[in-house]
């Protein structure tokens, strides 16, 4: 028996109750698909075109709906309200600020094309006199999203694709407040290579940007782009967490249920699929997921290679990466799926996964895993004592870790925040940053213009000492949240260069 048909049997039995019961939420309008083109299996962005039309599937919406219901308590710090992060600060930024050249070869003709490598962090001037919750950005993604104290976003960078939400795809180097969303209380987001999620504190998205996939889940195959900051199309539990990989998002809600929408290429949507089907003898095409879509398999591969169900009561946190995720649930067990290739999925193997496949290393006592990252072709993970373990590859030689192994030079620091890049990391840890990524890069790690790269973790010295709330990477830039409680710390942070934007 093949693997997915033993897996379309264990969904198959979820939903009419034999079993294992998976939280129930409400409709979230049906099951909306398009159809998309592929030309070339290359994974780059240029390597996809796209070919949509909406489908709708009663008969799927009315399957999704009986699906059997657990009682889940609901925390008290999530009724009502979303919370953000707690610790606020004044913003750092080092890296490449060419928001048209990063991660490419050669800028597009047209554009502006200019921007320093900032190889050391600098003060963000536009933004030195906001206090600053919140910093997002991606491992594929040239732009970043800066949520201030009092909930108001900003963002900046590249805007090919209207990401920024500002109604245009005008390059913006200085932090703009998005006017669509400015009224309300903002306290997450998330970027993925050409759209933005935006989460409000009460537990409402907002998506923007590029739509070709339907990974804004705004359920409307016609709209290509969505330039201004438009509500998804989703009517369930209240949202606490948002996410996006290359070209989908995952959203999850206040009673611990994830819900998918975008490109399922590799699978990276958990409904066990990839979408592909043929539109003639040498043209791929794809259904991806117009409006968010909720996973409802778990599953576990035995020695023997069986699929077993796995119940899971709820997760409590996951993280995207360029075309795979994981996530932790109430148990601190790991799951992830999607693209298996060098072993960023920690299942000693390079299968695609079309369903949250348990990861056996962390199913064990004592080895419960409290955290997790996805960068764009590895993912890294803390257990309960604090060790940090990678799986995948990050360098672009050398052997992968097919499974996790743990980052022995991380040994003893309490690591805080970690912001993932396309192959650059950089963690916060006690009241320093460490930070390690293999040549070529723009200045991302802040090591300075002397050792621009470091393929073993590094203390950024220009930071030691300093209280940073939070890291987070793009694919050649990274922001810091650096305390400025007391009158030490602000001073440490006015005696850094400062750059404006020309």
């Known amino acids: 028996m093949s693997s997915k048909r033993e897996i379309d049997e264990v969904e198959e039995a979820e939903e009419s109750g034999s079993a294992p019961k998976q939280i129930k939420v409400d409709s979230n309008g049906g099951k909306a698909k398009a159809k998309k083109v592929k030309d070339s299996d290359d994974e780059n962005e240029n390597g996809v075109g ?19 219901s657990v009682p889940v308590e609901i925390p008290e710090k999530e009724k009502g309200k979303v919370l953000g992060p707690e610790g606020t600060g004044i913003v750092l930024i080092c890296g490449g600020t060419n928001w048209d050249a990063a991660g490419r070869k050669t800028a597009p003709k047209g554009c502006k094309n200019s921007g320093p490598n900032l190889w050391s962090p600098h003060l963000f001037g536009p ?225 695609d996964e079309f369903v949250p496949r348990l990861i056996k290393f962390f199913d064990s006592q004592n080895r419960g895993v409290r955290n997790v990252w996805c960068g764009s072709s590895y993912s890294l993970a803390i257990n309960d004592f604090g060790v940090m373990y990678m799986f995948g590859q990050n360098k672009r030689t050398g052997e992968a870790n097919m499974y996790p192994k743990p980052i022995q030079d991380l040994t003893g620091w309490n690591v805080r925040s970690v912001g993932v890049s396309n192959s650059s990391i950089v963690v916060a840890a006690d009241d320093s940053v460490i930070a390690w990524g293999p040549s070529p890069t723009s200045g991302e790690l802040g090591l300075g213009e002397i050792r621009k790269s470091s393929t073993t973790p590094l203390e950024v010295k220009s930071l030691d ?34 750059y404006t934007p020309a």
């Open 50 to 68: 796209s070919e949509a039309e909406e489908d709708e599937d009663k008969s799927d919406t009315e399957k999704e709906d009986d699906i059997p």
């Open 127 to 351: 933004l030195s006199k906001i206090r600053v919750r919140l910093v997002a950005s991606g491992p594929n993604a040239a732009h970043s999203i800066v949520i201030s104290e009092d909930g108001k976003a900003y963002s900046f960078g590249r805007n090919e694709k209207g990401q920024l939400g500002h109604g245009d795809e005008v390059r913006r180097d200085t932090p703009l407040i998005i006017d669509a969303v400015k009224d309300e209380v903002l306290v997450g987001a998330a970027c993925g290579r050409n759209h933005t999620l935006l989460l409000s504190v009460n537990g409402e998205v907002f998506a923007m940007g590029d739509n070709k996939n339907g990974q804004c889940g705004v359920k409307n195959s016609s709209q290509a782009t969505i330039p201004t900051a438009k509500s998804i199309f989703y009517k369930g539990a209240p949202i606490v967490k948002v996410g996006c990989g290359g070209e989908f998002s995952i959203i999850l809600d206040c009673k611990g249920a994830m819900h998918s929408f975008g490109l399922p290429e590799y699978g990276q949507l958990g409904h066990n699929t990839d979408g592909k089907y043929f539109v003639t003898s040498t043209k791929m095409g794809f259904h991806c997921e117009l409006a968010p879509k909720r996973i409802v398999c778990f599953i576990e591969r035995t020695k023997d290679g069986k699929i077993k169900p796995v119940e899971v009561d709820e997760i409590r946190d996951f993280s995207c990466g360029t075309n795979h995720t994981c996530a932790i649930d109430s148990r601190k067990r790991l799951f992830s799926w999607g693209f298996g290739g060098i072993g960023r999925l920690g299942h000693a193997e390079q299968r």
């Open 465 to 498: 000492g300093m209280y940073i709330e939070q890291v987070t990477c793009g694919i050649s830039h990274t922001l810091f949240i650096a305390r400025d409680k007391s009158d030490e710390e602000k001073k440490r942070i006015e005696a850094f260069e400062v």
